[in-house]
């Protein structure tokens, strides 16, 4: 089955972006421009008690950059950018943008090694951190290729210091390189070297374990961006004076693109309260007038969980959507029950730059008979959506296969990784490794999963290293790692582990192991120790049977 909405590349949606010029933008600097130009004194930013205008954002960008050009930093470098959700990752982004720079997305939760894994692959020459971060992250990056080191404090652009948030008011030393705040003032009024941008420059570079392997870099280009800013606002129906909330995380595609980016450049307000507290987001919803967000089912299976959540508190709402995890229809209606809104479904990958696939605003997603399996959407405008057997062959409607994905919002390829861009977008055409079935309507259902990476509450988990970390435990003789179907979260870890002969080792031990090692993510929520692993002739662990176990041998559940 396909469901072709493609039409050429250079026939594109994007004047949608920039209403005031009714030019077609040629990089995400252009269409921010044509913003500041229809609405400078328009609200861009809101973080709790505090606002900046569009016309504060852009000097602020533009005076951050120049600092970044001093440091040396040029067209094509890659700089990470390792936050919460704080207006100074909107700063930095534009900044970098405007260098013809590339954003680096570092999740805040990696450490040590997952994040220097990152930051040797894609050779980024500088990092922004927070404050808190400065000493471990120094450490973490001594010796690698990284020439400068800027912090900054989520206590600046507020004054409310919401107790539930921060837990100080005390400000740790800045970074060698200089407090970002403190730098935008050193450079006011300065602008950087101009930069002839085009479609194909890297907007950022965004780390995904793909659908087989170790972590990639997706290639998220200007061109690409553009193109989920245009499809996903007239779909979703973003636009003008419209209040957008980051509840993704801006690290993530999703937040980066379909929450911070689409309101950057449709003259939206983008609500920023730093990472995630459910109580929070819930009164900023109430506070700011929230029309529109996107987040994981995780975090509102979070606010569901509120004994004082109501609906009063997305009366503003128009369209909530979630995305990066799979949906239970039972969640869905109990969400609408008590608040009134309907949770529409999106579906999208790094290397889609974000949504591709998600249910119209008004519509509700059918559910598929067989499976039980509740519709991830119908394609957005200019995406070629397939289900293919083992030889590429589309199947016929109703037929499961793999879903092949193409348009401009795919990626050009992996950072460094020709073989692995050729292996999973063979012509451009992205092999999503996600079993599914296209209807007769052309409602998309992910019905299986290919490969055995993890989806926890969006984020993707490769098993591997989620085993590696285990094996460092000196006790461990054998570890295999699975997901398993979890309501709150979509799927959560789950270990199973041998141990060497004459060592021992309880579960509770291993999890608090991995956590010195690992996000709080990818932990093991629980933890089987068995005696043997089962296997395959030649030695392999067999995790399909794994997943058939009953919890056998002693075993740990995390709680947090």
Known sequence: MTVDEEPSRDALPLAEVDAHT??????????????????????ALRFFDGALSAREVDAASDALAAAFEARGT???DRVGVYLQNIPQYALVLLALWKLGATALGLNPMYRRQELRRIIDDSGAVGVVCADADVDETLDTLAGSAVRWLISTSALDYQSRNDARVYTTTQRPAPAPDGDLVALIGAFDGRRPSPVDLTRDDVAFLTYTSGTTGPP??????????LSVVATCASWMGVGEGDVVFAVAPLFHITGAVVNATISLL?????VLTGRFHPEVVLDAFAEHGVTFTIGSITAFNAIHELPQAEARHFAS???LYSGGAPIPPATVERFQQRFGVYIH?????????????AVPPGDRAPVHPPSGTLSIGRPLPHVTARVVDLHGDPVPNGEQGELELSGPQVVPGYWGKPDATRRTMPEGRLRTGDVAV???QGWVYLVDRLKDQINVSGYKVWPREVEDALYEHPAVLEAAVIGQPDEYRGETVVAYVSLKAGLSATAEELIAFSRDRLAAYKCPRTIHVIADLPKTQSGKIRRAELRGLDGPGPASTSKD
């Open 22 to 43: 009714h030019e077609v933008p040629d990089s995400l600097v252009a269409a921010w421009k044509a913003r500041v130009a229809k609405s400078p004194d328009g609200t």
């Open 74 to 76: 040029s067209r094509g």
């Open 216 to 225: 990639k870099g997706a290639m998220n280009t200007h061109g690409n961006v």
């Open 266 to 270: 449709t003259d939206t307000t983008l």
């Open 317 to 319: 709402v128009k369209a």
């Open 345 to 357: 479904n999106g579906y999208g990958m790094t290397e889609t730059t974000s949504a591709v696939i």
């Open 438 to 440: 296209i209807d007769d």
